[in-house]
C-alpha cells in the first residue's frame, strides 16, 4: 500500500517555504525523502528515523507524526535549484523494502 | 567511483521479445533493488536482493526475473516482453544494514515494448 502524498503539485517564488506530508496506516520504521528532476534519477535528501532523529540537507528539514502517522518535509528559503519531484519512501521495521509515494511536484519561478 | 550503473539506457522492444537489464554497484553495497517507474505511480519495487545469494520478490515481480550474478551485479529479465511493461527502469543498492539504510540510484534504462 502506497503512502499518500499531498499536496500533488505546488508552485512557489524563489524565496518561499513548502511543505510536502507523507501519511501511511503502516507502523513506521524510517521515512526516506529524494528528489528527481526531469529525466534524472532520484537523489536521497534526508532520512528520518522513528523517534524523531533526522540525517540530511542544510536547509531541509523533517519530522514524523506518531498520532497521524505522518512525515513532512519542510524547504525554506526555496532556490530556482529545489524544482522537481519529491518522493516519500516509508520502510515499516525488519523491512528491507521501502515503499514509494506517487510524489509531489514542485516548480520554483523567479 | 561510478556509484551504480546500468545498461542500457534506452531500449525498443517488439512484444514477445525478451532482454536483459544489466545493473552494477561499485560501493560495496549488500542490497540490489529493480524499480520500474509509471507517470504519476511512483517507484514500485519490482525484486530486491537483501544481499548475495537471495532474491525476494516486490510490489509487481509479475513478467520478470532477477539473477544477482555476484555481490556488484543485479540483472533483470523479461523473458517475453508486453507493452505494460513500458516504463523506466531504476536500479539502487544499499548498504544493507537495519539502521537508516539510504538507497543510491542508477540513471535508469528507458524501455518501450511496441
Known amino acids: 500500500q502506497q503512502p499518500v502524498q499531498s499536496p500533488q503539485a505546488v508552485i512557489l517564488r524563489e524565496g518561499e517555504d513548502a511543505v510536502i506530508n507523507c501519511s501511511s496506516s503502516k507502523a513506521l520504521y524510517s521515512v526516506h525523502w529524494y528528489r528527481q528532476k526531469h529525466g534524472e534519477a532520484p537523489v536521497f535528501l534526508m532520512i528520518?528515523?522513528?523517534?524523531?532523529e533526522q540525517k540530511g540537507h542544510e536547509k531541509i528539514s523533517a519530522s514524523f507524526n506518531e498520532k497521524k502517522q505522518q512525515s513532512s518535509l519542510y524547504l525554506t528559503a526555496s532556490q530556482l535549484s529545489y524544482s522537481g519531484t519529491y518522493f516519500c519512501g516509508w520502510r515499516g521495521a525488519g523491512s528491507y523494502q521501502l515503499t514509494f509515494g506517487k510524489g509531489t511536484k514542485l516548480s520554483v519561478i523567479p | 567511483n561510478a556509484g551504480v550503473t546500468q545498461t542500457p539506457k534506452f531500449q525498443v522492444l517488439k512484444t514477445g521479445q525478451s532482454m536483459t537489464l544489466q545493473c552494477a554497484q561499485d560501493?560495496?553495497?549488500?542490497?540490489m533493488y529493480w524499480y520500474r517507474q509509471d507517470p504519476g505511480m511512483g517507484l514500485r519495487l519490482i525484486y530486491y536482493s537483501a544481499s548475495e545469494g537471495t532474491t525476494d520478490k516486490g510490489e509487481v515481480p509479475n513478467g520478470y526475473n532477477v539473477s544477482r550474478l555476484n555481490k556488484r551485479e543485479f540483472s533483470l529479465r523479461l523473458e517475453s516482453a508486453a507493452p505494460s511493461q513500458t516504463s523506466v527502469y531504476f536500479c539502487a543498492s544499499s548498504e544493507g544494514v537495519v539502521h537508516a539504510d539510504t538507497q543510491y540510484f542508477g540513471p535508469g534504462t528507458r524501455l518501450t515494448v511496441l
Open positions: 560501493m560495496n553495497h549488500n542490497s
Open positions: 528520518l528515523l522513528k523517534g524523531g
